[in-house]
T-cell receptor, first 114, second 113 residues
Framework: EAGVTQSPTHLIKTRGQQATLRCSPI?????VYWYQQALGLGLQFLLWYDEGEERNRGNFPPRFSGRQFPNYSSELNVNALELEDSALYLCASSFTGEGRTEAFFGQGTRLTVV | EDKVVQSPLSLVVHEGDTVTLNCSYE??????LLWYKQEKKAPTFLFML????IEKKSGRLSSILDKKELSSILNITATQTGDSAIYLCAVGNPTGTASKLTFGTGTRLQVTL
């Protein structure tokens, strides 16, 4: 069974540009979470999608946005990139039936803003 | 706001030592507590603890949930250099059938020879 897949693995953008990161969840998982992990820091919660709806968002400005598609894959968009957006962006998916909440992570997208 | 706090922030031990990592939480509605190990990129799932499963063990790793104290510990016995990693704790806060996961900042464990 395929795990959570993220693309691209690495992304280099210049300040002011837009970045699009993609995530495909494990088959059968309907929830997708996005986290930002800056160098040396913990996981900061960005966004949570379930069944195509945005359920919650973390303390990030509106230029961080995303969506979840009918096949449960998800996209994270970051507009007007700033240098401090450079980080590892991790996506996780989980199954939401029967109260199960264990989430599995993709390998991440390393975004570098120059 | 939901909060998960891990301690210590970092730890250096010698191979063979036993370590205990701590996680405490404040959430509006608790469903589960999860432990992850992060070595390079993707955190890998270790354990999930719930009200119906407050103790888990796998090899040298074990974890206990204390719902009264709103905390959990992760024990690693006979540590090996391969245990060096960041250990993350997350709490699942249910909304309907799904759960928001809130992570702590992690404990960085370094095991030396």
């Amino acid at each position: 069974e395929a795990g959570v897949t993220q693309s691209p693995t690495h992304l280099i953008k210049t300040r002011g540009q837009q970045a699009t990161l993609r995530c495909s969840p494990i088959s059968g998982h309907t929830s997708v979470y996005w986290y930002q992990q800056a160098l040396g820091l913990g996981l900061q919660f960005l966004l949570w999608y379930d069944e195509g709806e945005e359920r919650n968002r973390g303390n990030f400005p509106p230029r961080f946005s995303g969506r979840q598609f009918p096949n449960y894959s998800s996209e994270l968009n970051v507009n007007a990139l700033e240098l401090e957006d450079s980080a590892l962006y991790l996506c996780a998916s989980s199954f939401t039936g029967e109260g199960r909440t264990e989430a599995f992570f993709g390998q991440g997208t390393r975004l570098t803003v120059v | 706001e939901d909060k998960v706090v891990q301690s210590p922030l970092s730890l250096v031990v010698h191979e063979g030592d036993t370590v205990t990592l701590n996680c405490s939480y404040e959430v509006t509605n608790f469903r589960s507590l999860l432990w992850y190990k992060q070595e390079k990129k993707a955190p890998t799932f270790l354990f999930m603890l719930t009200s119906s499963g407050i103790e888990k063990k796998s090899g040298r790793l074990s974890s206990i949930l204390d719902k009264k104290e709103l905390s959990s510990i992760l024990n690693i016995t006979a540590t090996q250099t391969g245990d060096s990693a960041i250990y993350l704790c997350a709490v699942g806060n249910p909304t309907g059938t799904a759960s928001k996961l809130t992570f702590g900042t992690g404990t960085r464990l370094q095991v030396t020879l």
